[in-house]
């Protein structure tokens, strides 16, 4: 990669993740995820439930009812999740096209902004969680937000261990995993073109601006090289 000379980064207010307004557009955010996802498991139970009940009397379809509808949405979980990962699989080593449309980008004042959008972290339990409980857990590697944070989330159900939702007094072992889900917003990031210098099957080279990540990491996501040229240039074999 060129880079540019350095030039100042712009401003990053700072975004208060334990803001009373701001955490409860989060769970209405989360809310909203979860109902829309539950609509449509509710609607594939049903067909399914229509066939499979046909030809029963009413009284024998209700006595079957509440365990069938458990089942069915059992697997179409499963089955959800098993063409999530497929998709995964198929896309090893590029951006997926379901992250990139998850979002989009504002531009206003000489910044690059990412329209909030809801994110679920997903990470496996680390050999020095266990036995710990997922207060001290998330208070060792995750600084971001604060112990009243963790609290809050946990009662809305927005943190689950194994699928489960956790409690801050929740004890880790080998082989949990934790999903923490957000309403993730990203610092803004200069709104400099990305110039291209040379491209071919194997090199890319590029005049960076300052302030752009490369890579995802910390707060930044879609605002990365990785991310804008993936979105801006179709490029998601890097």
Request: a neutral charge.
């Amino acid at each position: 990669y060129l880079f540019t000379p350095m030039e100042p980064s712009p401003s990053i207010q700072a975004f208060d993740l334990d803001d009373d307004e701001t955490f409860a557009k989060t769970v209405a955010a989360m809310r909203r995820v979860d109902d829309a996802e539950a609509e449509e498991e509710e609607k594939e139970a049903q067909i399914q439930e229509n066939d499979e009940f046909a030809g029963l009397s009413k009284r024998e379809a209700k006595k079957l009812r509440l365990k069938k509808r458990k089942e069915i949405t059992r697997e179409l979980r499963k089955e959800r999740t098993k063409r999530r990962k497929e998709q995964e699989q198929a896309e090893t080593g590029l951006v997926p096209l379901k992250a990139i449309e998850e979002t989009d980008f504002q531009f206003s004042n000489g910044f690059r902004r990412v329209i909030p959008y809801a994110y679920n972290f997903e990470v496996c339990c680390r050999p020095r969680w266990y036995g710990k409980t997922l207060a001290e857990a998330v208070a060792m590697d995750f600084r971001a937000y604060t112990p009243e944070h963790w609290t809050r989330a946990c009662s809305a159900g927005l943190v689950q261990v194994n699928g489960k939702v956790a409690s801050p007094a929740t004890i880790l072992k080998h082989k949990d995993i934790l999903h923490h889900r957000v309403h993730r917003h990203e610092p803004p990031v200069t709104d400099q073109e990305i110039k291209i210098i040379y491209e071919d099957n194997k090199v890319l080279a590029l005049d960076k601006p300052a302030s752009i990540p490369i890579h995802p990491s910390g707060r930044y996501r879609h605002n990365t090289i990785e991310f804008i040229l993936a979105h801006d240039r179709g490029l998601r074999h890097l």
